[in-house]
Each structure stands twice: as structure tokens, then as C-alpha cells.
């Protein structure tokens, strides 16, 4: 199949792709760089030269293949704008296909907010914070979209084993001997997943355009910032008490966003390990990443 994906070389979109590569897919990956043309070149993916906040120059091509995965984000105050621009685009240049065009879309465990001891299902109401509020009324609009046939996957916490992912603060600091900070409190917990686990959802979802809907993707349900810490620290051999900064801290140093690591959440797959018949492969971080910074070190 061809693919086209937007924000092929984030967090997300560089499992993705590889995994596409692996499966033999054509991989057509919007950049605005030639720093992310070389990336996605070396990936095996062939760049598509464009910005996210123009979406005319890349609509057409995007419905001309057989999905399109929206894994792209610019993170900043035009995050919500550009997004809704990017995904009226696409919706109207699915119009004037005669099928409906297949479309993953990213949303995220934020979305439902704190969830505290229950663990959100997909059945669960969304309570996202306003700074990704956008987010669910979009998933609504492409779900609704009758050209397309759309998947919305709600990734949990995502760590990597390139750059670290959602543990890349506290990797950054273990590094260099210091003290790592927590936002709010250690007994917050976020459900986790590892990138390329992530990846084999979207893959498996693109290659079933028969399931339309929200899907969780998660491999362990709720795991306590303390502990992921205090798991990275000693690896390091670095100070293993966390500094705690408030969330209103936070936040002003860092953004609306900054709210979203402060949820205690917990989610559950299920709903996906039925209709895709999928497994993370990694379902230990602590393991994981364990290995992975001594065979750094080494
Ligand atoms: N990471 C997580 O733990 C997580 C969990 C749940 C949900 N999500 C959601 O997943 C989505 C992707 O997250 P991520 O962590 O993978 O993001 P990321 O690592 O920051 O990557 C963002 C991607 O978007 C691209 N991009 C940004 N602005 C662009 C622009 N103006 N034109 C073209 N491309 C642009 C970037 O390209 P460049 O390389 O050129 O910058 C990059 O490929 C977001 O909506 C996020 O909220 C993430």
C-alpha cells in the first residue's frame, strides 16, 4: 500500500514509518526540512516537501494514496488551528474521490483527563484539558466525515529507546548526575506504551480499513512517576530523590501542555487486543530501559 503520513519523523511518526518500511509499504512523508528529508530518506521513506499549515500543497497527494496517518503536531498556541486547517483540507480533498479514503488520526490518553483508580475504556467520556479540547472535536469531525473511513488511536504515554520519548526529562538529567523533577506528585501515574509497539497499532490499523472508531493503545495501564524516576536514576547511578516542582510551576515555565504529564491516569487496550488481535511486546519499561541505558553506557 501507499502511505501517507504526516509528522513522519516525531516521536510517533519514526516508529511508524520504519514499521511501514518493514511491512513493505510505500512511505510518502510530508517535511518541511532537508534535515527531515535526509531522516526520512535514511528510514526508507520518500519525503513530500511541505508545511503542515499549508495544507493545499499536499492535500491531493495525501488522498491519492491509500491511507493517511495525521501523527503531526507543532506543539505551540497554533497547535488546535493548524490542525483543524490540515484536517478541513484533507476532508475536502477526500470529497472528490470516488472511495472513501482511509485516515489514522492521533489523539491521546490526555483526552480523558484524570482518571485516578478506574481505567479508562474508549466507552469512558472525554474530560481533555482545554489546551487539547480541539483535539476531540476533530476526531469527531472525521469520524463523522462519510468520504472517510477514519481510526483514531489514543496513544498512551509514549517512550522510545532514540531519544527517550515522555522519559527524555528524566534521562536528560539522570545523565548528568542531577536530580530528576517531577511535576506535581510521585504518585501520579501515566499508562505507558513503547514507540514501536505504538507503531504496529497504526500499521495494523491501516491495513484494516474495516475498523473505524476511537482505539486505546496502551502496555502497561497506569505506572507511578516515582517509581519511572527513581528506575532511570539508578540506572545512571545519579541521585535517585526526585526534586517536586507544583504544577502551576510548571505550567508557567513550560506551557498549557505541561498539565497533561500531571494527570494520574490509567487506560486499558482491551478493546484493541480484540478486533486487531494485537500485543505489545514490551511490557516491562523498567526492563527496557534498564538494558537499554546500560548497553549505552557500555
Ligand atoms: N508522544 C506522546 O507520548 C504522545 C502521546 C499521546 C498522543 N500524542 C500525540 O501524538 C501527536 C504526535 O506527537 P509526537 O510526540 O510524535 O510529536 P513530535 O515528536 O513533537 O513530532 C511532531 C511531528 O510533527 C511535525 N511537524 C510539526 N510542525 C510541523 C509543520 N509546521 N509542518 C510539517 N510538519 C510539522 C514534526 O516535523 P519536524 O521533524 O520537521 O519538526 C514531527 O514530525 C501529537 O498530536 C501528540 O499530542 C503523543
Known amino acids: 500500500m501507499q502511505v501517507f503520513i504526516l509528522g513522519g519523523t516525531g516521536t510517533i511518526g519514526t516508529a511508524v514509518v520504519a514499521e511501514l518500511v518493514s511491512r513493505n509499504h ?10 527531515s528529508d535526509e531522516l526520512l530518506i535514511s528510514a526508507g521513506a520518500t519525503p513530500f516537501r511541505g508545511n503542515l ?3 493545499d500543497s499536499w492535500a491531493d497527494a495525501a488522498v491519492s494514496s ?15 488551528d493548524v490542525d483543524a486547517k490540515a484536517m478541513k483540507a484533507l476532508t475536502q480533498a477526500a470529497a472528490t474521490r470516488s472511495d472513501p479514503t482511509r485516515l489514522i488520526y492521533t489523539g491521546g490518553c490526555w483526552l480523558y483527563g484524570e482518571t485516578g483508580d478506574e481505567i479508562a ?7 481533555p484539558l482545554p489546551a487539547f479540547s480541539w483535539m476531540v472535536a476533530h476526531a469527531q469531525m472525521l469520524l463523522d466525515a462519510p468520504q472517510l473511513r477514519t481510526a483514531v488511536v489514543h496513544p498512551a504515554m509514549v517512550y522510545d529507546m532514540r531519544d527517550g520519548g515522555v522519559f527524555y526529562r528524566f534521562l536528560s538529567a539522570a545523565k548528568n548526575g542531577q536530580r530528576t523533577e517531577i511535576w506535581g506528585s510521585k504518585a501520579t501515574r501515566w499508562p505507558l506504551i513503547e514507540s514501536s509497539d505504538l507503531a504496529r497499532v497504526y500499521c495494523d490499523l491501516v491495513e484494516r480499513s474495516d475498523l473505524v472508531g476511537f482505539f486505546n493503545a496502551v502496555s502497561e495501564e497506569g505506572v507511578t512517576v516515582g517509581r519511572i524516576a527513581s528506575v532511570i ?13 507544583t504544577v ?27 478486533a486487531i488481535d494485537w500485543q505489545p511486546q514490551i511490557t516491562d519499561f523498567a526492563e527496557q530501559t534498564t538494558h537499554w541505558i546500560s548497553d549505552i553506557q557500555t
Not at 66 to 80: L, N, W
Not at 248 to 270: F, H, I
Open 26 to 35: 510505500q512511505v510518502l512523508a510530508l517535511s518541511r526540512s532537508e534535515k
Open 53 to 55: 499549515t499549508e495544507p
Open 66 to 80: 491509500d491511507a493517511i496517518i495525521q501523527a503531526a503536531a507543532t506543539f505551540g498556541e497554533d497547535m488546535g
Open 121 to 127: 475504556t474508549e466507552d469512558r467520556p472525554f474530560n
Open 233 to 245: 536514576s539508578e540506572a545512571y547511578g545519579s541521585p535517585t530523590e526526585p526534586m517536586i516542582r
Open 248 to 274: 502551576d510551576e510548571a505550567v508557567k515555565e513550560n506551557g498549557a501542555w505541561a498539565k497533561g504529564p500531571t494527570l494520574d491516569q490509567q487506560m486499558s487496550a482491551r478493546k484493541l487486543q480484540s
